[in-house]
């Protein structure tokens, strides 16, 4: 039987054909192995060891900045705050405290008195860069739906 | 129309003119006709009901061809897809999905040239292997 009027299924066995089908395998599996390395693994051990850590960004205004990430107990912190002002300071607080212990105590109540003396200049640096960190917890999403309104119930 | 039944996913290899022309990751094929029913003008129950224009789906995460396949088959080239549903390449259980086209197909921006993901289109026919 000439090769053309082979079957797709005994043509598959031929050895030209198996050898190009495993060049293609090769390549498929060094394509599973790029995707696994890059592939990222939940692993808790390592989050709770970074979130242990103080950080060090080299900022092109401010200079070196150190700093902790907020962790599930600052929450409950900020949550307390009276507004947004208060909880926005309260975070970048929360933060530099980690890794500035001499920084002033401020509470949820006296945060304001943070955001009262902090420079502007230097806030908002420090607010645009905390916010891009993955630790900061107020960073909005950028898109997102808008929320739907209930209808009204007829009385 | 009844709904699909997907077979096991596998391996497949694209076969154009008895040359091996690529490499299909993650199979899944499906087959499908449209429900016919025929009724008497004196009951509500159909007289007859029977299957159809039968239609044949497959699609595969990851497409492995060389270059020149590739435009081959973006332009609409139709080849044969064989895999072993049970995952035996070396047995009789081969099937062979005749005369496929692609309908549907991605690429990532990183991707070498070669590879396509999440493909899937049409076959016109399947062909079985024969029972021993």
Same mark, same amino acid.
């Given at each position: 039987?000439?090769?053309?009027?082979?079957?797709?299924?005994?043509?598959?066995?031929?050895?030209?054909?198996?050898?190009?089908?495993?060049?293609?395998k090769?390549?498929a599996?060094?394509d599973d192995?790029?995707n696994?390395?890059?592939?990222?693994?939940?692993?808790?051990?390592?989050?709770?060891?970074?979130?242990?850590?103080?950080?060090?960004?080299?900022?092109?205004?401010?200079?070196?900045?150190?700093?902790?990430?907020?962790?599930?107990?600052?929450?409950?912190?900020?949550?307390?705050?009276?507004?947004?002002?208060?909880?926005?300071?309260?975070?970048?607080?929360?933060?530099?405290?980690?890794?500035?212990?001499?920084?002033?105590?401020?509470?949820?109540?006296?945060?304001?008195?943070?955001?009262?003396?902090?420079?502007?200049?230097?806030?908002?640096?420090?607010?645009?860069?905390?916010?891009?960190?993955?630790?900061?917890?107020?960073?909005?999403?950028?898109?997102?739906?808008?929320?739907?309104?209930?209808?009204?119930?007829?009385? | 129309?009844?709904?699909p039944v997907p077979v096991l996913g596998r391996d497949a290899r694209l076969?154009?003119?008895?040359?091996?022309?690529g490499y299909g990751k993650s199979i899944k094929v499906s087959a499908?006709?449209?429900?016919?029913?025929?009724?008497?003008?004196?009951?509500?129950?159909?007289?007859?009901?029977?299957?159809?224009?039968?239609?044949f789906k497959w699609s595969c995460d990851r497409l492995f061809?060389?270059?020149?396949?590739?435009?081959?088959?973006?332009?609409?080239?139709?080849?044969?897809l064989v895999f072993a549903p049970e995952g035996d390449a !070396?047995? +009789?259980t081969i099937e062979t999905w005749?005369?496929c $086209?692609?309908?549907?197909? %991605?690429?990532? /921006?990183? !991707?070498? +040239?070669?590879?396509l993901e999440s493909i899937s289109g $049409?076959a016109?026919?399947v %062909?079985?292997? /024969?029972?021993?």
């Open positions: 039987m000439s090769e053309k009027n082979l079957s797709s299924a005994a043509a598959a066995k031929l050895p030209e054909n198996e050898a190009k089908i495993a060049e293609f090769k390549r599996e060094a192995a790029r696994q390395a890059v592939a990222k693994l939940f692993d808790p051990v390592a989050l709770l060891q970074r979130a242990g850590q103080i950080h060090e960004a080299q900022h092109p205004t401010l200079g070196l900045i150190r700093y902790g990430e907020l962790v599930i107990a600052d929450s409950e912190i900020i949550n307390k705050c009276k507004n947004k002002a208060d909880r926005n300071a309260m975070s970048i607080y929360l933060m530099l405290k980690k890794a500035y212990s001499n920084l002033p105590d401020y509470t949820p109540e006296t945060i304001s008195e943070f955001n009262c003396s902090f420079p502007m200049l230097e806030a908002s640096e420090l607010i645009k860069f905390l916010n891009e960190q993955p630790g900061f917890l107020l960073t909005k999403s950028p898109t997102g739906s808008s929320t739907t309104q209930t209808p009204k119930t007829s009385v | 129309m009844s709904s076969i154009k003119s008895s040359v091996a022309i499908d006709a449209e429900e016919i029913k025929v009724y008497s003008m004196d009951s509500l129950q159909p007289a007859i009901t029977a299957a159809g224009k039968q239609s061809t060389d270059k020149t396949y590739l435009a081959l088959l973006m332009a609409g080239t139709k080849f044969d !070396e047995g +009789d005749k005369n $086209s692609i309908l549907h197909c %991605e690429r990532s /921006a990183g !991707e070498d +040239d070669g590879v $049409s016109e026919t %062909e079985f292997p /024969a029972q021993s």
